[in-house]
Nanobody, 121 residues
């Protein structure tokens, strides 16, 4: 499975962005998918995940109430709607797909290339 993340950009605090993660194969619809981010000098951290059928959305505390993960399996795409962006959301955002239908404690098996999100104050 190859994943292509897009939708990043430079925005101001309070603005919104929607990231997309498109998969190369229809079997993507069987996989749980997550978004992660990595800020300069920091480790990659979990942002949100969603199960194969769009259920069980899970969020990091830092983005709860502001970010929404969703998916359209007909388009092999998972989205991350990011509202009320803050400067601390600045990072490279990656999507990852697990081999399982529901997120597990391990890391995703497949990763996209990352898309830069920069939020100015």
């Amino acid at each position: 499975v190859q994943l292509q993340a897009s939708g990043g950009g430079l925005v101001q605090a309070g603005d919104s962005l929607r990231l997309s993660c498109v998969a190369s194969t229809r079997t993507f619809s069987n996989n749980a998918v997550g978004w992660f981010r990595q800020a300069p000098g920091k480790e990659r951290e979990f942002v949100a995940s969603i199960s194969w059928n769009g259920g069980m959305p899970t969020y990091a505390d830092s983005v709860k109430g502001r970010f929404t993960i969703s998916r359209d399996n007909a388009k092999n795409t998972v989205y991350l709607q990011m509202n009320s962006l803050k400067p601390e959301d600045t990072a490279v955002y990656y999507c990852g797909a697990w081999l399982t239908s529901y997120r597990n404690s391990g890391s995703p098996r497949y990763w996209g290339q990352g898309t830069q999100v920069t939020v100015s104050s």
